[in-house]
């Protein structure tokens, strides 16, 4: 998992760190969770002792697919904030034109 060997790379352990997840759906704009490449990622995350918050546009579907161990937030701002790292995992439209500007 490319995304957590990077996140190791950047953070060290990942004990107590806190990573965001942008985009838990398999592909935008749908709760489809076929071959979602998240699931994987955050177990690793959770399993080396990060905390994991994640966010989507459609999230009640997707909960039941999910670790209920996560935070699950209402905007990407809120899912971001205070984290130590951030994964884009599914490229939504909205995720595509964040900005510091854009910040509530």
Known sequence: MKAVTFCREELGDLEGKRIAILGLAFKPDTDDMREARVIPI????????ASVSGMTQLLHP????????IHYAKSAFECI???DACILVTEWEEFKKLTLKTSP
């Open 81 to 83: 904030k205070n984290a």
């Open 62 to 69: 997707l909960q039941k697919h999910l670790n209920d161990k």
């Open 42 to 49: 955050i177990n690793q995350l959770l399993s080396e002792g």
